[in-house]
């Protein structure tokens, strides 16, 4: 069964600082991995999808890595905002052939102090 | 940017009633997935369909069932309601069964169950 870490599970830092969140899988099998963001009590927000044939993907301050063979992604954050502060779940799929479900991480609740 | 929509926002129900909560996916999104986010958890997969089928099946109660329609939106019926079914429900919709698709989650359905 497939299993997801997050680490750290909380970051709080000032503003404009460089930040990096941990994700682990247990099966590398994985078909995709998506990085999403959560506000209290809202919905889900994706970040930032790659899939297992891709190193690593950036959409604006984020760039997202993926080591397949080792388990392994990074969400980097540069010149952290305020604005940036949610909680920070990472989610892999581990089928190309049918419309499997997500597994999540517990998340990184993160808090960039102004 | 059309997204996915969720109706009701928020719902209260008493033990042993039920509840149908509905899900319209993104225009010409064809993959439906439902998820379940209790107080302080991470979303658990419950089911997903794909061009009207049942694609996969993750942790959902016997009590639970859902369909996809037609038109591609989905209801997700719940029965027997029990206290512990108080939680965050969303739904996620991609285009395409296949795992390397990027899933777009709703805003959610808050459940309370009294």
């Known amino acids: 069964k497939q299993e997801v870490t997050q680490i750290p599970a909380a970051l709080s830092v000032p503003e404009g600082e460089n930040l990096v969140l941990n994700c682990s899988f247990t099966d590398s099998a994985i078909y995709n991995l998506q990085w999403f963001r959560q506000d209290p009590g809202k919905g889900l927000t994706s970040l930032l999808l790659i899939q297992s044939s891709q190193r690593e993907q950036t959409s604006g301050r984020l760039n997202a890595s993926l080591d397949k063979s080792s388990g392994r992604s990074t969400l980097y954050i540069a010149a952290s905002q305020p604005g940036d502060s949610a909680t920070y779940l990472c989610?892999?799929?581990?089928?190309?052939?049918?419309?499997?479900?997500?597994?999540f991480g517990k998340g990184t609740h993160l808090i960039i102090q102004p | 940017a059309a997204g996915v929509i969720q109706s009701p926002r928020h719902l209260i129900k008493e033990k042993r009633e039920t509840a149908t909560l509905k899900c319209y996916p993104i225009?010409?999104?064809?993959?439906v997935y439902w998820y379940q986010q209790g107080p302080g958890q991470d979303p658990q997969f419950l089911i997903s369909?794909?061009?009207?089928?049942?694609?996969d099946k993750g942790s959902i109660p016997d009590r639970f069932s859902a369909q996809q329609f037609s038109d591609y939106h989905s209801e997700l019926n719940m029965s027997s309601l029990e206290l512990g079914d108080s939680a965050l429900y969303f739904c996620?919709?991609?285009?395409?069964?296949?795992?390397?698709?990027?899933?777009?989650f709703g805003p959610g359905t808050r459940l309370t169950v009294l």
């Open positions: 996620a919709s991609s285009l395409g069964g296949a795992g390397y698709n990027e899933q777009f």
């Open positions: 989610a892999v799929s581990n089928s190309g052939g049918g419309a499997d479900g997500l597994t």
């Open positions: 369909f794909y061009e009207k089928m049942q694609s």
């Open positions: 225009p010409r999104h064809d993959t």
